[in-house]
């Protein structure tokens, strides 16, 4: 397994950071990282995502919603069976008044997770980190 792991605090409540987090249809105006989701933050449902990493690198994915609890956390995973999993995975915590914590992270599984360089590392995380600074941002706006 392997792990890439971002936290950010937010100035607005943990309600005010789910409604921007599971606002798919507005991602593209504010999301850098994740610029396009279609589908429903529903479990059991497939998403379709469209994402840009800083480096540039597009692409596309069909993850499965596999957890959906209100002001609190968001999953799904992405398979290609035996040889990739992917599972990103949203958490929000309370942190006082109006003030919320956000982990933001994705576990990688599989034969092809030893294949994943320090470079898609790192720009996946850049691309995480600039979610997290966009996301806080439009909260608090």
């Known amino acids: 397994m ?32 994740i610029r396009k989701v279609e589908g429903e933050p529903v479990e059991g449902t497939k998403l379709r995502i469209h994402i840009t990493t800083p480096a540039g690198v597009n692409r596309e ?32 915590e309370p942190a006082g008044d109006q003030r919320a914590h956000l982990v933001h992270r994705e576990m990688f599984g599989g034969l092809l997770t030893s294949f994943f360089g320090s470079s898609l590392d790192n720009d996946i995380k850049n691309g995480f980190e600039e979610m997290n600074k966009a996301l806080k941002k439009r909260a608090e706006g």
Request: no cysteine.
């Open 61 to 92: 994915y069909s993850p499965k919603v596999t957890k959906v609890v209100a002001e609190r956390e968001l999953r799904w995973l992405g398979k290609m069976p035996g040889l990739l999993s992917g599972e990103h995975i949203f958490a929000i």
């Open 2 to 33: 392997k792990e890439i792991r971002t936290e950010i605090d937010i100035g607005a409540s943990p309600l005010r950071v789910w409604q921007v987090l599971t606002d798919f249809a507005s991602y593209p105006d504010w999301n850098t990282f």
